[in-house]
């Protein structure tokens, strides 16, 4: 063999792949049946996530810039010296000094700052009435090094100033912070439906706020773009984008009114966005909203590169049943924010749907961010999916989506005109809908929740936080209320509970396994997993070799309501005759596992009440199930 310095071609000796050849073998694979539906997927927005891409598909053409330039960097000094974005954890602990604990415990723990959750109407918090509350709160902080974030609802206005008061009064020096007071009052308006002062007056009052904090060369921003509020209660990513950019041209409208220019009001803004599970449309989501922003920015006038983005890991995809499978849902989330550009992240602590998180919940959450950017190094690579042909498109796709309902918004007369209107909050509770659909259906799955749930106690035990202050005064227009996607399930789960406490036993449904473990074993489990999902015990076996035995244990077992599960050969020969029998030997309902298909009528004339299978409304299903046992 002749030796060379050219590197060996080993691909040499093979056709050159294309699209068309992978899609030739494709077609034949699948056998005539639907590509669209087999292969391709679909955000809540419609846009197609295709099985393959390919340089066609990205970059030539794109609307975004290049990957790893602007505005898909992070660009700013205090990240970079972070080795990639900033750890800011959230701190809720009702009183001032126990909140001060935590964030010293933070702190000392590898945040690198902390976003303080104040008590206020309609949320829960840290209690702070005043500047020596919040003193207390920030005291032994080094807040030239540490920035704070500050979450203060309708009370935002208040808690700015009471912040502003405090840092006199702990001797900062002003030019040194690097803090957020993140006053949102369309954010406010949105979430409870009304703000501390008619939402125009707010506005102003936010203005004249950062007005103030401009030209005291304070290095602090006042405003918040928080886009995390419709995601909460629901949104697509597109409805949560285009939140984002109606919400920001809202603030530069306020800002212009007052005789602040586009530039100088950019440096008062900050942006928040939610991160979830779904790990590339989280990444393509946040790499948007950078472009979204940058493109208002430079319509403005303005130059984008102070644009500061927040993500904070979902509270809608948080389950209280199992907790610990949070773990997975917030690393995933944070991945994608670190992915997408985030300069600070925020994830919730895995016992955050059930209370106030405890020193163990806190640093799992802060060692998550620690893990990924430290020994995963996520943070010290500039726009990490920047190239991949699927993220650009995916980016350039939402972004466009985005950018269409954001016009759709501007052209009914804002954002403050279409939350009045309820229009938005109407198409929001819409695609929520949707979403709960493919939830209850089984489409879109919750571990934990809705599939592998655990029936037993989980072992977590949390501190109930404060009861929350009412909204005063009443909604002046419908609010973009949270809910989490696994409410429906859980609230099956809590009337199991229920049941549990009052008669001493879980309600039971009675497994009749017709056959071997092969022969069962693939519907048997999926059905107990299924009644665990509704807090139902399924009183399982290895198998019954005949009727007879299936019978005779069902007898034994107490259990009222008996579910066939067998294969479908199994079922052609025995369901009919075990129906029968079961109903003989006491049952008050028969059910089996699967479709009945051609065999419907047959089964039902023998006894099968009804039928639990992939893709029904499982709610619906277990909730019926639950009446039958008594528990509902």
């Known amino acids: 063999m002749t030796e060379t ?24 694979a699948l056998k005539g049946a639907d590509f669209d539906k087999r292969l391709v997927a679909r955000t809540a927005d419609g846009i197609r996530i295709e099985p393959l891409y390919t340089r066609a598909d990205a970059l030539p053409g794109s609307d975004t810039a290049a990957p790893g330039a602007a505005p898909f960097t992070r660009g700013t000094a205090i990240e970079a010296e972070s080795h990639g974005w900033h750890i800011h954890q959230r701190v809720g602990a009702s009183e001032p000094a126990n909140a001060n604990k935590v964030i010293l415990e933070e702190l000392e723990g590898g945040a690198q700052g902390v976003v303080i959750e104040i008590a206020g109407p309609g949320q829960a918090g840290v209690k702070i009435t005043s500047a020596k509350d919040m003193a207390v709160v920030l005291a032994g902080m080094h807040l030239d090094f540490a920035p704070v974030q500050l979450a203060g609802g309708i009370g935002g206005l208040t808690a700015a100033r009471h912040f502003i008061s405090a840092l006199v009064s702990l001797g900062t020096k002003p030019g040194s912070i690097i803090s957020r007071l993140n006053v949102d009052p369309v954010g406010t308006y949105a979430r409870f439906g009304t703000t501390w002062a008619p939402i125009e007056t707010a506005l102003a009052d936010t203005v004249k706020l950062a007005s103030e904090v401009h030209a005291s060369g304070t290095p602090l921003s006042t405003v918040l773009v928080d886009a995390t509020v419709p995601h909460e209660a629901g949104a697509s990513e597109a409805q949560e984008l285009a939140f984002l950019a109606s919400a920001l041209v809202a603030y530069l409208r306020a800002f212009e009114a007052a005789g602040v220019s586009a530039g100088d009001a950019f440096s008062q803004i900050a942006f928040a966005l939610s991160a979830d599970t779904d790990l590339f449309t989280g990444t393509a989501k946040v790499r948007a909203a950078r472009t ?15 644009m500061h983005i927040t993500a904070v890991t979902s509270g809608r995809m948080m389950a209280k049943r199992d907790p610990w ?19 600070a992240i925020t994830v919730l602590p895995y016992t955050y749907a059930l209370g106030e998180p405890d020193r163990f919940a806190r640093r799992i959450a802060r060692n998550t961010q620690l893990v990924l950017m430290e020994e995963s190094s996520l943070g010290r690579v500039a726009d990490p999916t920047g190239g991949s042909w699927y993220v650009e498109e995916l980016t350039d796709e939402l972004a466009d989506a985005a950018w269409s309902k954001f016009q759709a918004i501007e052209a009914a007369g804002g954002l403050i005109a279409v939350l009045t209107s309820g229009t938005l909050q109407d198409e929001i509770a819409a695609t929520a809908k949707a979403r709960a659909k493919a939830i209850a259906s089984g489409r879109q799955e919750l571990t934990g929740v809705s599939v592998f749930p655990k029936l037993g106690e989980d072992g977590v035990k949390v501190t109930a936080r404060d009861a929350v202050a009412p909204v005063g005064g009443g909604a002046q227009i419908k609010p973009l209320t949270p809910h989490r996607l696994g409410e429906a399930f859980e609230a099956l789960r809590d009337a199991s509970d229920a049941y549990l406490v009052k008669t001493g036993k879980r309600p039971r449904v009675f497994l009749a396994n017709l056959g071997a473990i092969v022969d069962h074993n693939r519907r048997s489990t999926w059905v107990w997993n299924l009644l665990a999902a509704g807090g139902i015990e399924g009183l399982t076996s290895d198998g019954y070799k005949d009727t007879d035995a299936a019978v005779a244990a069902f007898k034994d077992s107490g259990a009222e309501i008996a579910c066939l599960a067998s294969s479908d050969e199994i079922y052609a020969a025995q369901a009919e005759a075990a129906a029968e029998a079961l109903m003989a030997a006491g049952a008050k309902k028969v059910l089996l596992a699967g479709r009945p298909g051609e065999s419907e009528a047959a089964l039902k004339a023998a006894g099968v009440d009804g039928f639990l299978y992939a893709g029904q409304d499982t709610i619906a299903a277990l909730s019926d199930l639950q009446k039958s046992l008594g528990v509902s």
């Open 5 to 28: 310095n050219a590197p060996e071609n080993l691909a040499s000796g093979f056709e050159p792949a294309t699209y068309d050849a992978w899609r030739e073998l494709v077609e034949k």
């Open 292 to 306: 979204i922003i940058a493109r208002i920015a430079e319509a403005s006038g303005a130059s984008p590169s102070s």
């Open 325 to 343: 499978t949070n773990m997975l849902r917030t690393t995933a989330a944070c991945a994608s924010a670190a992915f997408g550009g985030a300069n």
